[in-house]
């Protein structure tokens, strides 16, 4: 999985050193260009907890939750990997998958939806992540956007919640809790209560800059706020299950937030001297920042959608 992430991170290196015009490109070119050949990626298991496992593959982080009631997953990936999640699925439990919960709309956590059998599984999200699984869109990227697809019916969520709602299911409660826009404007992030472990989806990334939807909603203080809620959720025993990256806790999360309101007073206190993007940008504006989180996501876009959410 490391491997992964450091060649999107070289992808993203060429994409802002050329820092040319945005250009419109499809999630699966995307895809090859940034995780390489598609067909031989493996799905690697974490173990969470006794009934909790953390599937890393092709795109966002996948949990597994396995009990008496059956299986539950957080998010679906891709469907060219899908095979293998489904036979690390069956390695912990030949149970069906009874719900499949999407953190949000983005083709890496939802494109599965597409071949996941519908007649077994119930999809779970956000109503406004369905409804930009149903009508599809470009992801804005600052140097690149992403043309999603729409998704037919039989991928899309038949259970949506507004403001969050609970599931009990293999005896526990499981909290789908929703704090307004931040990454998108449909996060859900879950909360396994009695093994207290969290998915945050695309809300947290360990160790790297957050990417922020602006253009479909989402926004750079929305971020710092639903943080901050989640913060007051969760304790400092909380298994932290980020979107990208690794297991971490809530101190990796408080330490995100003051770095996120660092960077998010720094841009508008260059924005108030009429500092264009670019001159943001080659103002090494996060150099304190850069060594642990210039890592999954780079610098440059980062900046770029914060400017973009603040301006
Ligand atoms: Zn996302």
Do not use: C
């Amino acid at each position: 999985m490391r491997g992964l992430f450091y060649s999107l991170s070289l992808l993203l290196i060429l994409f802002n050193t050329t820092f040319s015009n945005s250009k419109v490109t499809s999630t699966e070119e995307y895809a090859r260009n940034a995780w390489g050949n598609l067909e031989t990626a493996e799905v690697t298991t974490r173990k969470v907890n006794e009934n909790l496992f953390l599937l890393y593959g092709l795109g966002g982080n996948i949990a597994v939750s396995k009990g008496n009631d059956g299986v539950l997953i957080v998010d679906s990936q891709i469907p060219i990997i899908f095979p293998k999640i489904m036979k690390a699925i069956k390695k912990l439990s030949d149970d069906k998958i009874i719900y499949t919960i999407n953190t949000h709309w983005h083709w890496d956590h939802s494109d599965g939806n597409l071949v996941l059998d519908s007649d077994e599984t119930k999809i779970i999200s956000h109503s406004n992540a369905r409804e930009n699984m149903q009508k599809g869109g470009l992801i804005n990227m600052g140097t690149t956007i992403l043309n999603q697809e729409p998704y037919p019916k039989s991928a899309l969520p038949v259970i949506t919640h507004e403001n969050g709602m609970s599931l009990y299911f293999n005896d526990e409660k499981i909290d789908l809790l929703h704090f307004g826009p931040a990454h998108t404007t449909g996060d859900t992030v879950i909360y396994f209560t009695n093994q207290n472990a969290i998915h945050l989806g695309d809300v947290f990334f360990s160790n790297s800059y957050p990417f922020i939807d602006v253009d479909n909603g989402g926004s750079l203080s929305g971020m710092i706020n639903y943080l901050e809620k989640i913060v007051l959720v969760i304790d400092k025993d909380t298994i932290v299950m980020p979107g990208h990256g690794e297991i971490s806790s809530i101190s990796d999360i408080k330490e995100t937030i003051e770095m996120l309101k660092t960077v998010k007073n720094r841009i508008l206190m260059s924005i108030e001297n009429n500092q264009s993007l670019e001159e943001i940008i080659s103002s090494n504006i996060t150099k304190d920042f850069d060594k642990k989180y210039n890592t999954l996501l780079l610098r440059d876009t980062f900046i770029d959608r914060a400017y973009a959410s603040l301006k």
